[in-house]
């Protein structure tokens, strides 16, 4: 059974930085497309960034977050990093982390095809 479970989160004032992490478990497919997610209160979940390696490593990011946010990926230790630099009070959320077991052109902050799913990390940035 995959279990992926995020960490990192935490309160931080407007042009700081946060590193969450998503350990994965029960689950080696280096193949996998994994992403992050964010939902704010009253908003719908958007997805924020995705790392593929199949064929060559491949990221997306929303446009929200590009040229901030980094996403990258420890192979060996199963974990998947969102490197979070100047952050806004927008970025304000509880972001999780999603994985399927195979990539693919789907394999964007769009896609739709995520089978697996943190709890969640909260992130609160202040003015």
């Known amino acids: 059974q995959v279990q992926l479970v995020e960490s990192g989160g935490g309160s931080v004032q407007a042009g700081g930085s946060l590193r969450l992490s998503c350990a994965a478990s029960?689950?080696?497919?280096?193949?996998?497309?994994m992403a992050w997610f964010r939902q704010a209160p009253g908003k719908e979940r958007e997805g924020v960034a995705t790392f593929w390696s199949g064929g060559g490593v491949r990221e997306y990011y929303a446009d929200s977050v590009k040229g901030r946010f980094t996403v990258s990926r420890d192979n060996a230790k199963n974990l998947l990093y969102l490197q979070m630099n100047n952050l806004k009070p927008e970025d304000t959320a509880t972001y999780y982390c999603a994985a399927q077991n195979f990539g693919g052109d789907w394999c964007r902050p769009s896609g739709k095809k995520f089978r697996f799913w943190g709890q969640g990390t909260q992130v609160t940035v202040s003015s």
């Open positions: 029960g689950y080696t497919e280096n193949n996998a497309c």
